[in-house]
C-alpha cells in the first residue's frame, strides 16, 4: 500500500510538471535574415560594398601604376647607372610599401566597420526580442540555424524585422 501511494504521487508530479512545460511556447528566429534585410542592415552591407568597390578600383589603379613604373625601370636598367638605378628601385619599394599599408589599412578599417555595424544591430535587437518574448509569453527564442525542423507559425523573424525597422532605421557608419 505504502509504495501503491508513492507511486500515485509520483505519477500526478510528473503529470503536472509535464502539462507546464507543454504549455510554454518556443519560437525561433533567422538571424542572417535580420542582420541582412532590416533596413539598417540592408544599408550598412550597401555602405560596405560601395566602399570596398571603390577602394578595389582606386588600388587597383595604383597597382597597374607601379607595374609600368617597374616595367619602365627594368627597361631603363642597360641605359641608368648602377647607382641611379638602384634609387630608382627603392623610389619604387617605397611606392610599393606604402600602397601595401594604405590597402591593408582600408581592409582593416572595413572590417572594423562591418563589426561595429553588426554590434550595434545586436545591441539594438536585443530590447526589441525581450519585449517580443514577454508581449507573447514565449519561454524561448532559438536561432533557426540550430533546428532540424519546426513549424512556420513559431517562426518570428518577419515580426522582429518589423520592429527592428521602427527602431532602428539606419545605422551610421564612420
Given at each position: 500500500?505504502?509504495?501503491?501511494?508513492?507511486?500515485?504521487?509520483?505519477?500526478?508530479?510528473?503529470?503536472?510538471?509535464?502539462?507546464?512545460?507543454?504549455?510554454?511556447?518556443?519560437?525561433?528566429?533567422?538571424?542572417?535574415?535580420?542582420?541582412?534585410?532590416?533596413?539598417?542592415?540592408?544599408?550598412?552591407?550597401?555602405?560596405?560594398?560601395?566602399?570596398?568597390?571603390?577602394?578595389?578600383?582606386?588600388?587597383?589603379?595604383?597597382?597597374?601604376?607601379?607595374?609600368?613604373?617597374?616595367?619602365?625601370?627594368?627597361?631603363?636598367?642597360?641605359?641608368?647607372?648602377?647607382?641611379?638605378?638602384?634609387?630608382?628601385?627603392?623610389?619604387?619599394?617605397?611606392?610599393?610599401?606604402?600602397?601595401?599599408q594604405e590597402r591593408r589599412k582600408s581592409l582593416e578599417t572595413l572590417a572594423r566597420q562591418r563589426t561595429e555595424a553588426r554590434q550595434k544591430l545586436l545591441k539594438a535587437l536585443d530590447p526589441i526580442l525581450k519585449n517580443y518574448i514577454n508581449e507573447n509569453n514565449i519561454a524561448m527564442v532559438m536561432d533557426q540555424k540550430n533546428i532540424i525542423a519546426g513549424k512556420d507559425s513559431y517562426d518570428i523573424t518577419q515580426n522582429i524585422i518589423k520592429k527592428l525597422n521602427i527602431e532602428l532605421p539606419s545605422l551610421s557608419l564612420k
Open positions: 500500500m505504502k509504495y501503491l501511494v508513492k507511486f500515485f504521487v509520483v505519477t500526478f508530479f510528473i503529470l503536472i510538471c509535464t502539462h507546464v512545460f507543454a504549455e510554454q511556447q518556443i519560437a525561433y528566429i533567422n538571424m542572417k535574415i535580420i542582420l541582412n534585410e532590416s533596413k539598417a542592415g540592408k544599408g550598412a552591407q550597401n555602405y560596405l560594398k560601395k566602399t570596398f568597390t571603390d577602394n578595389q578600383k582606386k588600388y587597383t589603379e595604383q597597382e597597374s601604376n607601379l607595374k609600368k613604373e617597374e616595367s619602365d625601370l627594368i627597361a631603363k636598367k642597360t641605359i641608368l647607372s648602377k647607382e641611379e638605378y638602384e634609387k630608382e628601385a627603392e623610389k619604387l619599394r617605397k611606392k610599393v610599401n606604402i600602397y601595401q
